[in-house]
């Protein structure tokens, strides 16, 4: 069965540098759900999307944008990047009929040097 | 507000012990979900159970089991029999109805020693 991808898998990048991350739900799922997991953390809310449209929106920066694509896919841009970025970022996706149930991707390891 | 506690930071055993984990949870909401996830080393969530709040009803698969209650806000997770590649970090989250985003406790870290 098809899962949530998230590219790249791992991502290097130097202070004030920019990065987005990309993730590709499952076929048929409508809505993208983004989480920050810090070193020995629990995952945080950033943002979500339904159809398109942000949905809700957690403890996301100023400096992180992001927005859900026509093919549903999801990118989360990230500009004048900090040590404390660094992080795993986790994509999920949930389809219309279950939206309580999150398929979690593989996550983007983001390292801030 | 919504708040998932997990006390246990680290838990300890030997292989073939059975271990415990602790979720207490806090939510105004009278509609909500709750969830189990597992993250070995490799670092990727695996999802382990969901339950919603109107079924009370306590699950087991496998060397796993679930104890939902109610009464104290509770949904403890057993590893009966653990095995070493039990070891990893096991989240407690919460998540409500018309706002389905998880809200995930600390974590417990569970360490299988052969």
């Known amino acids: 069965a098809a899962g949530v991808i998230q590219s790249p898998r791992h991502l290097i990048k130097e202070k004030r540098e920019t990065a987005t991350l990309k993730c590709y739900p499952i076929p048929r799922h409508d809505t993208v759900y983004w989480y920050q997991q810090g070193p020995g953390q629990d995952p945080q809310f950033l943002i979500s999307f339904y159809e398109k449209m942000q949905s809700d929106k957690g403890s996301i920066p100023d400096r992180f944008s992001a927005q859900q694509f026509s093919d549903y896919h999801s990118e989360l841009n990230m500009s004048s990047l900090e040590l404390g970025d660094s992080a795993l970022y986790f994509c999920?996706?949930?389809?219309?009929?279950?939206?309580?149930?999150?398929?979690f991707g593989p996550g983007t390891r983001l390292t801030v040097t | 507000a919504q708040k998932v506690t997990q006390a246990q930071t680290e838990i300890s055993v030997v292989e073939k012990e059975d271990v415990t984990l602790d979720c207490v949870y806090e939510t105004r909401d009278t509609t909500y979900y709750l969830f189990w996830y597992k993250q070995p080393p490799s670092g990727e969530l695996v999802f382990l159970i969901r339950r919603n709040s109107f079924d009370e009803q306590n699950e087991i698969s496998g060397r796993y089991s679930w104890n939902f209650q109610k009464s104290t806000s509770s949904f403890n997770f057993t590893i009966t029999a653990s095995q070493v590649v039990d070891s990893a970090v096991y989240f407690c989250?919460?998540?409500?109805?018309?706002?389905?985003?998880?809200?995930f406790g600390a974590g417990t870290t569970v360490t299988v020693r052969a």
């Open positions: 999920a996706s949930s389809r219309p009929d279950n939206s309580y149930e999150q398929y």
């Open positions: 989250a919460l998540s409500h109805a018309n706002d389905y985003k998880l809200s």
